[in-house]
Structures are given as structure tokens and as C-alpha cells.
């Protein structure tokens, strides 16, 4: 075949590449998936700005025809949002950086310090993860009734980082291991200790799979409900996800306002999953690939 | 500088041991090349001197002063590795100043030794890149600038150019070896490769599976070597060898296919013993008569030289010729030892047979 010869495989008649229907097929899927994950949040947003009557007479997915922001200013009030909304927040800014340093010095730890019994160590924590909070629900309100944290921040955020901890050694003992070892061996020769190592040289490395976990926590924390509910019983304590339960009365059902006070609980972790998601994905796939 | 002594060290990893009592004396100011194939424990043992491997037994003293149980950074050297362990977040200047700063040296000292560093090893405009906007030759130069900024009594090297392409790895040798003449640092380098080791060392130290097979100067080891490891490992092409037995009355060595192969002279108490005869490419010589018959096999020209592979009735050997000659695959030339250039090893142990008239 000379150079210059078609090439009848690649090119269609008219001269263009012929159409790709897998590529098609996947784009579609796509976008299908996109529609049925939106679905729910366009519902949420629509209803939080109806009143009942709308509710009840439109159809879910009919934007709104008289937007009734009001909801939002009654919805913070009946959910008691300025009690909940700062205990999310002094819950989770605590809990997700502790947990996170934590974790990261324990993955240091198992994997750049020969240990003896390091490796079954490591296997103890995996071992967390394997249990279902629920089967720990009892035991862990007889513990921390035990120590009289029933209805304080403590008596939540130390359960928290029992069952958040394990899962982020295992993530960020992988990633660690896959540190060249010349670089701790560098910081060594330096006249590094172990502590600036792991401050100074890996911190800043595992910036990305960081992130990623911080998204990752931060979620979990602030919409955590079930734990919530059997640790703090002085409404005075309560969490936003248990603020939420205040709409589902007995009598009354205000779908505008139950929707408005949803959106409000879900507002800050989109936002934080929005800073971060450009780290989040270069995270998981670093902590994946870099060999 | 500083003078680093190794002494019966031995590493054992369990039950495997991998280094069996190596002794090595290293002087001030030298640069010594750790040398052998892989796995030889060279790597280990300049780790060992790093202070990054345990000693199993043994003592290693830099300056008379044992350094077994002391950290890496109370043993004043300064490492530069394979891959360059360059902190990924750091600038160059950072990297280069963060063991000082660990020290806690003021900052205008710092500032000082970087600037000082990055002047010997043309990094001044480099200083506020990362390592990730560098070549691999400059990633190179930023490890040296790290080890040099400590002004340490000892560099150690481990296979600091295996990373770089051919032409810049001729390029860093020389950089290298003309920064250690500038600072006069005792270094202690280790490599795979035997042309970096005979370019650049003061004294070469052949490792094979543990044990040190010979220590000298890149001439002494290529013209005498003492067993036929270090025969075969040092020179490029290899060292060619024939397996045969010596005859009485200096008649030559018999090999194989029953031919005689005249080797010089050699004691006459060595008539009668099988050995291996070494003898260097270059010191194959294509004669006009009186040599052996040989067929070419192959061809390979690199422009200064030739090497040319013969077939000597079921031995084959390569020549080094340097002079242009019409040679093709196929015909039959007539080679000859250039005379006093064999090297005679006993079959059975591969030690040296020292020879009357032999290797200089």
C-alpha cells in the first residue's frame, strides 16, 4: 500500500471518522446516571421553595411558580438550626482534622518505622473496619454512659474517631508505602527525627489523598445520624441530621419547610466536596497508581 | 576528609547472610568505587557505612571513631542516591538548606552555603524551581548540592548516574570526579558499571556475592587482575577466556578441539595443569602467518575500534582492532596473543597463576 492509499477502516465516504457507538453508548449511560443522581436534589431544591398547598397540587419535579424563600427563615427556626448547625460544626472541626492527623501518623508509623508486631498491628485496625457500627451501637452507649460523656462533645467525637480511624490508616498506609523509602532515608541523613519526617516530608506529599479523605470524613461526620441519635439526648446537643427528625411530626408534615432544612444540612458538605473535589480525584488515583 | 575503615563487617539478614567479613581501608581524600554485579552487596555496605542498614558484626570508623550505633546524621556524611530522594515540595534552595535548618546553622549561614553550592554546581538560577520542573541531570546536580551544603567528612554515592542517559552520564562523571578533586572529600561511590568505576576512582574495590575479591587502582585491577572474576568483570569488551591444559616444554596451552595454542612463556612446574588463559581483546592481533586459523562470526564496528567475534576451531574470542581493515562475517584470518599479555588462572579455584614472562 502506497502512502497515499485511503484508508477505508478509519474514514467513512464523506471523510469523517466513522461514529464511535460505544463511545456514544457510554455517553448516554452517562448522562442518564447524571439525570437520576440530580433527580432528587432538583426535587429537594423545587419542594424546599413551595409552600404545602404547591406540594400537594403541582407535580414534584414543576419548578416553582411562587417561590416561597420564607421557608428557609421558619425552617431554621423549627429546626432549632443556630443550636444544631454549630454543633455539626464544632463536632466535625474537630473530629475530621483530629482524626485525619491521627490516622496519618499512625500510617506513618506501620509504614516507614520497623516495628516489631507492626504488621498485626496494622491487621488489628483493619479489623475496624469490618465491623458495622449498628452491631456497636449498645456497647458503645454502655461505654460512653460509663464515662458519663452521654449528651457531650467528647462522648461523640471520641466514637467518631474509633470508627473513622481504621479506614484512613488503611488508605494512607498504602499510599505511604508506596514513598520511595530514599526519601525518608534522605530526611534521615539530614538529621531528620521520625516526627519532622512525617510533618516536613510526607504531610506535604500526601497533600492530595489528604484531601480527599478530609472530603470524604467531613461528609461522613455531618450527615452521621444514627450514632447521634443514641449519644446525644439533650436537644440541646443535637446534630443537624437529628434536627431534621423535628419536621416529621405526628400531625404535621411542612414539606416546604422539611426540604428547605434538608437543603441547609446538605449546603455545607457540597460546598466542601466542591473546594476539594479537584483534589479528590487526583487523591484517589494517586494513592492508586504512584508505584 | 576523613578516613573510613571497614573491618570484618558482616550483614546477615536472619539466616541469609549477604556480606562475609569484608575488609576495606579507605584514606583521606580518596575516592573509592564499590564494584561488582548485582546483588554483590555493595549497596549494603555503603548503606551500612550511612548508618541505614544494622551491622551484624564487624566495626566500621570513619576518622578512628566507631560509627556502629551512631544515626546517620551524627556521622558526618552526606549521601546521594539513586533516584535522587529529592523532597518533591521543596525548592531547590529549600532541599539544599533543610539539613542545615535541622542543624539549626543562622540563616545567613545558610543562605551563605547554598549560594556557595549552587555557585560550584551552576544552580544559581535554578534555586526556586522544584524538583519536578528539573532534568534528570539537574535533579542530580540539586542531590550533590545537598550532600556538598553540609561540608561533610565523608560523600557516599549509590548509583548516583544509573538514572541519566549515556551522554549526560559522561558528562556527571566528569562533574563528579572534578568536584572531588576541588573539595578534596574522601568519597566512597558505588556503581554496576565498571567504566565508571575505572574512569573515576583513585582505588577500586571488586564486591562478588559478599566477599571482597580484590581492592586497587583501576590500572592494577584491569592489568593484574587476581582471579578470574575480577578478569572478567573489569575491561570492556570482557576479558576472553580458554580452558585448557598447559604442556610441558612451553609448548602452549591444549584446549578442547586438541589444537595448541602457543601463550608464551610460562614456569615450567605449570606443565600438565588445566587452567583458564585470559587474554584481553586488545591483545588479540591479527597476524599474516603463524597464528590461528579463525573464521569471523561478527562484525561490530564502533568507529574508533572494531570488535571483531572469531571462531578458533570451537573457541570463540573477541578481538579489538583499531586499525581500519576490509574484515566481513564469513572470512578466515590468522590471530595471534600479543606476547607477555596472557593471563593464566587455575581451572579449579579461578586464582591467579603468576606467569614468568606475563602480565606486567
Known sequence: MTSTAPLPALQTETGRPPRDWVLIGLWISLFVVAVIWIAPFVFIVFTSLKSTTQVMTTSAFSPPVDPQFGNYASAWARGRFETTFVNSAVIAAIKVPLGLFISAMAAYALAKIPMRFGRLTLVLILFGTMIPFQVMLAPIFTLVNGFGLIDTYPGVILPYLAFGIPYQVFILHGFFRSIPHELSEAARIDGASHFVTFRRVFLPVSLPVLAALFILDFVATWNEFAMALVLLQDREMWTLPLGLSAFQGQFSRDYGQLNAAIVMTVLPATIVYLIFQRYFVSGLTSGAVKG | MASVTISNVRKNYGAVSVIHGVDIDIRHGEFVVLVGPS??????????????????????????????????????????????????????AQNMSFALE????????????????????????????????LSGGQ?????????????????????????????LRVAMRAEIKGLHQRLGTTVVYVTHDQIEAMTMADRIVVLNAGRVEQVGTPLELYDRPVNRFVAGFIGSPAMNFIRGTLQAGQAGLKVASGAVMAVGAYPSEFAGREVELGIRPEHIQVVE???????????????????????????KLVALIRRRMPISVGDGLSVAFEDGQAHLFDAESGQRLD???GAR
Open chain 2, 355 to 357: 606467569l614468568e614472562h
Open chain 2, 139 to 167: 535533579r542530580q546536580r540539586v542531590a550533590m548540592g545537598r550532600a556538598i551544603v553540609r561540608n561533610p567528612k565523608v560523600f557516599l554515592f549509590d548509583e548516583p548516574l544509573s538514572n541519566l542517559d549515556a551522554k
Open chain 2, 39 to 92: 546483588g554483590c552487596g555493595k549497596s549494603t555496605l555503603l548503606r551500612m557505612v550511612a548508618g541505614l542498614e544494622n551491622i551484624s558484626a564487624g566495626t566500621i570508623a570513619i576518622d578512628d571513631r566507631v560509627v556502629n550505633h551512631l544515626e546517620p546524621k551524627d556521622r558526618d556524611i552526606a549521601m546521594v542516591f539513586q533516584n535522587y530522594a529529592l523532597y518533591p515540595q521543596m525548592s531547590v
Open chain 2, 289 to 315: 602467518t603463524a597464528g590461528l586459523d579463525a573464521r569471523v562470526e561478527v562484525v561490530e564496528p564502533t568507529g574508533s575500534e572494531t570488535h571483531v567475534v572469531v571462531d578458533t576451531g570451537g573457541e
Open chain 2, 102 to 133: 535541622l542543624a539549626r546553622v543562622d540563616k545567613a549561614t545558610i543562605r551563605q552555603k547554598v549560594d556557595a553550592a549552587a555557585a560550584i554546581l551552576g544552580l544559581e538560577p535554578l534555586l526556586d524551581r522544584k524538583p519536578a520542573q
